[in-house]
């Protein structure tokens, strides 16, 4: 099998992709910031001066996870704002565009989520690939997907 399609450029998607991609570390700083805020309100609440501290870093923690992305999506606009050539064999997933290249092979790779825009190939140490699936040749898709599911990489069903 070897399925390869091309996507425009597209800064909006590439801060999704961002988005989609760092998911899970976003709502770590999230809750980080709740817990933190919290012990600071607490702290000050108490009488305690040295709770207001908590209280700056804790906002901040909350508002990360919305300027982040876009911060990283503009940093990597060389990368991601640019035509993308994706490809899916057999043996793994390939991301193409004028300034970079990433090649997974599907045994490195320990999970697939999809998130309903993007498939997000997370791969053991330390890769994330976001691929746009919605963007792939319908024909395409359905092979795909059963594909990831035969490798027990992404959940059958959607």
Request: glycine residues 12%.
């Amino acid at each position: 099998m070897h399925i390869s399609f091309t996507v425009p450029p597209d800064r909006q998607r590439a801060r999704r992709q961002v988005r989609a991609a760092k998911r899970r570390k976003l709502q770590l700083l999230f809750v980080g910031g709740i817990l933190l805020a919290a012990a600071g309100v607490a702290l000050v609440v108490a009488g305690q001066p040295a709770g207001y501290a908590p209280v700056g870093v804790g906002v901040g923690l909350l508002v990360l996870p919305w300027l982040l992305p876009r911060a990283a999506a503009k940093a990597r606009t060389g990368l991601l704002a640019e035509t993308a050539t994706y490809e899916l064999t057999d043996t793994g997933v390939v991301a193409t565009t004028p300034g970079f290249r990433g090649a997974y092979e599907w045994d490195g790779v320990d999970r697939v989520t999809d998130t309903g825009e993007f498939w997000v190939v997370t791969v053991k140490g330390s890769g994330v690939l976001a691929v746009p699936w919605t963007l792939m040749p319908p024909d395409d898709t359905g092979l795909a997907r059963e594909l990831l599911v035969a490798r027990g990489l992404l959940q059958p069903g959607r």
